[in-house]
């Protein structure tokens, strides 16, 4: 958890994830229970991929993207769920087989009377060390004792 | 909306979108993205299990509205996105998704649509605000 103690430039790291076709399946190919599960398509199909000119099925970005979402609910707890915000580009594909691990650096902090905001770059890294997914959150976390007034 | 997506101006709205999170689609999320954390399982505190976070990204894209086309030989391609998460969403409620584009704009000779997605329960409240910002690609 980040905490008023926490210094800034402290980095965080999530676990390393295997892109394997099974969590792909799973992620792309649509509810399991649907008659002709799964889904074709260029997150599932070698030949959909090929298609669309891509070497190999290629992750939905949301995968990685959810890695992040994550690590900022280890960082943040229940707060993230109610105040956390993310804005995130999509720079190089993720493939079936490649292995990302999502990370997060401390870059800012402000508080007011009630709360104290937390902004981190954030960003998803291939096993070949490229970047495959950055941009930055922030999550609003009441002080001990204090209630958010919400409109 | 009978226009393909790539033909979508600023103000068109495409169909809204509801659907109900059962426990076995939720968990299917958790596989998908190794996420096990009880609070998508069985809840906490007595309470509803939470839909997971991927899950509500997912159904709040907007190829999820029943009126997106892509016109034949295109893709879709997300170039950026930002997401704010107002509340948890639980398991077994309804949960309905809007739809609108917002602005549209050209960058490095491509265009962008730019769509606001909104997912709300069914007892009115705000869960999830999304905004894509989307450009098309030719499959040939």
Known sequence: MIDDATPLGTTFDGPVRRMSIERLLAFSGGRFSEPGWPARNLHTDAAKAAEAGLARPIASGLQPQGHIIRLMLDLSGEAWSRAGSIRLRFRRPVYVGDSIRARARLTDRTADSQAIVYTLEVWSERQDGEIAVTGSATCRIQKAGEQEERH | ?140
């Not at chain 2, 299917?28 to 509803?48: H, I, K, T, V």
Request: some cysteine.
């Open chain 2, 1 to 140: 909306m009978t226009k393909f997506a790539h033909e979508l101006v600023t103000g068109d709205t495409l169909d809204p979108l509801s659907f109900t999170v059962t426990p076995e689609w939720n968990q299917q999320y958790c596989y998908a993205q190794e996420d096990f954390d009880p609070r998508y399982l069985a809840g906490r505190d007595a309470g509803s299990a939470e839909v997971h976070p991927t899950l509500l990204l997912s159904m709040s894209a907007y190829t999820k509205s029943p009126s997106f086309r892509l016109a034949p030989g295109t893709g879709s391609i997300m170039g950026e996105q930002s997401c704010t998460f107002l509340s948890p969403a639980a398991v077994g409620k309804r949960l309905d998704v809007t739809f609108h584009v917002v602005a549209t704009y050209e960058k490095r000779d491509r265009r962008f649509e730019v769509v606001e997605s909104t997912v709300t329960d069914e007892d009115g409240t705000l869960i999830l605000r999304r905004e894509s910002h989307l450009t098309f690609g030719s499959n040939e």
